[in-house]
C-alpha cells in the first residue's frame, strides 16, 4: 500500500541514519508524527457537525455561558471512547465490524452493519441539509449545490490514497475555526462568562434536555467505525499507539474549543439581546447574528464554518459506513486502492450511501422531522455500540492492553452516563414529555 510504504520509508530513514545532524533527525521525526497523525484529528472535527454547531448556537442563545462547562467535560468522554477504538485498531489490525463478527456471530454483525449504514445514511442527511442550508444563503439552489457536494465526497474516495482523504478531511474541518474571529467581534463578558463555568441550573427541566442534546450528539455510531477503520487503512502499529493517542487527544480538545466558540458567539450575540431566538436552520442562525457581524460577514462566517463541519464529518460518516459493512461481509476495503473488482463493492457502498442521502435532501421532505429521526436512530443505537466496545476491549486486546482498575471503573461509568442521557433524550425527542 502507498500509505504503508511511505510510513516505513520514514521509519527506516530515521533509524538507519548513523551520525544525522540534529535538523535532519527533527525533519524525519516531524514527517513521520504528519504521516501517523490524522484519524483523531479527523474524525474528532466531524464530531463537531452541521447538527452539533446548530445545538450549540441553541444552548449558547437559550442559555448562554451556562453550557460552556458542559462542553468541557465532554473532552475526557471523546477521548475515552475513542482512544479504545485506537488500541483497537492498532493491536488487533482488524475494522470494528470484523471484531465484531469474530467475537459475537455474522447474526450481531449483520445487525452493527444496518444500524451502521442506517445512522450514516441519516448523518448524510444531516450534513446535506446543511450544505443545502449554506448554498441558500448566497441564493445557490439546492438543486446545484447538494450534487455538486455529492460529486465531490464521491471523488475524493476515488484518489487511491488514504493519506490524501484523511488530509482533504482535515482541511475540510479546520474551516470551522473561522469561529474565532467571530468571537473576538462578538464581544464576549469574561465576567458573565466565569460566572455561567459555576452557575448550571440543573434544577430546570429545558436546562437538562438540551445538556442531553449536546451530550447525545458527543458520541456518533459512525465515529468509532470511521477511527477503528482508518489507523488499519494507515498500516499504524504498536509503536504508533502513542502518537494516535496523542491525535485524538488533542482532536478532542480541538472540536469541544469548536463548540465552545459556538456556545459564546450565540450568548454574547443572541442571548443577550434575544435569548431563546429560534435556530433550527442556517439561514436563522446567520439572519440572528447580522446586528453583530454585519450580513455579509455573517453568511461568510458561518457559511464557511458549516460548510467545512457538514463535508468533513458527510466524508467520515459515509467512510465508516462502508468500512463497517465490508468488514462484516469480509469485502476488501481499502481508500489506498483504486475501484476494481475487489473493491468494487466497498466503493459502490460508499456512492450508495451519498446518492440516498442527497436524495432524500433534493425531494425537499421536512428536513426537520427527519433530523429529529436521525437523533432517535442515534440514540437508540448508542448503548449497542458504546456495550460492544467495551466487551471488545476486554476480550480482543491482549490482557496487558486492557484498561484495569480505576481507569476501567472511570471509562465504564462515563459510557454508561453518554448511555443514560441519550435515553434520557429519547421520550422528549419523539413528542412523550
Known sequence: MEHDNEVNKTRSALSSAETPTSRKVRRRVIGLALVIAGPGLVVMLADTDAGSLITAAQSGSRWGYQMVLPQLVLIPILYIVQEMTVRLGILTHKGHGALI??????????????????????????????????????G?????????????????ALTGSYQRVERIGIALGLAELIFIPAVIMAHPNLHAMAHGLVHMPL????????????????????????QQGAVVDKGLRPIDLRSERRDTAFGAVLTQLIMIFMVVLFAATVGRTHPGAPLATVTEM??????????????????????????????????????????????????????????AKFYVTYGLAHVLGAVVVLLSLNLVNLVIDVEVMNTLVLPIVLGFLLVLERRALPSEYRMRGARR??????????IIFGLFLLPATLGLL
Not at 454585519?294 to 458561518?302: F, H, I, N, S
Not at 471503573?409 to 453518554?418: D, E, K, P, R
Open 101 to 138: 463478527r469474530e467475537h459475537f456471530g455474522p447474526r450481531w454483525a449483520l445487525l452493527s452493519a444496518g444500524t451502521l449504514f442506517a445512522c450514516s445514511v441519516g448523518a448524510l442527511l444531516t450534513e446535506f441539509a446543511g450544505v443545502a442550508g449554506v448554498g441558500e444563503l448566497f
Open 140 to 156: 445557490i439552489p439546492r438543486s446545484l449545490s447538494v450534487p455538486v457536494a455529492t460529486a465531490f465526497l464521491i471523488g475524493i
Open 203 to 226: 434544577e430546570k427541566s429545558s436546562y437538562v434536555l438540551l445538556l442531553a442534546a449536546n451530550v447525545g450528539a458527543v458520541i456518533m455510531p459512525w465515529m468509532i467505525f470511521y
Open 286 to 343: 446567520s439572519t440572528a447574528l447580522n446586528p453583530y457581524l454585519g450580513a455579509l460577514g455573517a453568511k461568510v462566517l458561518l457559511g464557511a464554518a458549516v460548510l467545512g463541519a457538514a463535508l468533513v464529518a458527510a466524508l467520515v460518516a459515509s467512510l465508516a459506513g462502508a468500512w463497517g459493512i465490508s468488514e462484516v461481509f469480509g469485502w476488501k476495503h481499502s481508500l489506498n486502492e483504486r475501484p476494481n473488482r475487489q473493491t
Open 409 to 418: 471503573f472511570v471509562s465504564t461509568a462515563l459510557c454508561l452516563g453518554v
